[in-house]
């Protein structure tokens, strides 16, 4: 039964992106102009052609390490900094003013301020992590303060050492606030920082050559980053949380 609703689920999601295909197509179409916006099919041929060069490789990886680098320096010190201030409400009050301007601050002004602080290259990693930390600061200090307190009572009666009460206690309340932040934290970085490299036009990046598709009016090379940037995005978003799930399941099986 669950193989049945998966494959059903799965085939509401090929017509749902065929759909919207047909829709690009038509108004690809009914534009007439390339340069303006290039058919589905264009994109893609054009994207299997860059595929087969060394560089598109080299621009993906440049990229990639270095959002990844953000947004996982941003889930390490967003559980941190959340358990302190789960655990300490004065700390939690001084965090509230630095969050709540990373949340409201625009994009492109951490970029321009980043621009006098690091290269252009180490601009993808301090955006990435700016987006992703408010994410898991939030998700982890409400997680934490709203762990059902019979249980840490149980905790206490049993004589959990620390590390036992993290992985038996405070993880289970975690994991699915974890999940929801890290799922939209990933997609948030991959687009906040190409964003940051598309403005401070980092060598070697994706940005960079979305930024020369743009300036030499290349569309069909424009549609194909911006396909690749979605492609890899949703691939390292899944692999990250079935990484997650995975933990979780070792960790349930602990507690069996």
Same mark, same amino acid.
């Given at each position: 039964?669950? =193989? ?37 099919? !264009? ?57 709540? !301007? ?18 252009? =290259? ?72 190409? !964003? ?61």
């Amino acid at each position: 039964m669950n =193989s049945i609703t998966m494959n059903k689920k799965n085939r509401m999601k090929i017509w749902a992106v065929l759909f919207w295909l047909a829709v690009w197509q038509a108004a690809s179409m009914w534009i007439g102009q390339e340069i303006l916006l290039v058919s589905p099919a !264009a994109a893609l041929y054009r994207l299997f052609f860059l595929a087969r060069e060394g560089s598109f490789w080299q621009s993906v990886a440049f990229s990639a390490v270095r959002i990844l680098g953000g947004f996982f320096l941003a889930l390490l010190a967003g559980i941190l900094t959340g358990a302190l201030a789960a655990r300490y409400r004065n700390f939690r009050h001084l965090m509230a003013p630095l969050v709540m !301007a990373m949340k409201s601050t625009p994009v492109a002004s951490f970029v321009i301020l980043a621009l006098f602080w690091f290269s252009a =290259s180490g601009l993808s990693v301090f955006i990435s992590f700016l987006i992703a930390f408010p994410l898991v600061y939030g998700n982890t200090w409400q997680s934490i303060v709203l762990t059902d307190q019979k249980l840490l009572e149980m905790g206490q009666v049993f004589h959990l050492s620390f590390w036992k009460k993290i992985r038996y206690l405070y993880f289970p309340q975690l994991y699915p606030n974890l999940q929801i932040a890290s799922a939209l934290g990933m997609g948030m970085c991959w687009k906040a920082g190409t !964003a940051a490299e598309v403005i401070g036009v980092a060598d070697g990046s994706i940005g960079e050559r979305l930024y020369e598709a743009k300036a030499y009016l290349q569309m069909p090379d424009l549609f194909a980053w911006t396909i690749t940037i979605i492609v890899v995005s949703i691939v390292l978003e899944r692999l990250f949380l079935a990484l997650l799930g995975w933990i979780e399941r070792k960790n349930r099986g602990g507690v069996a």
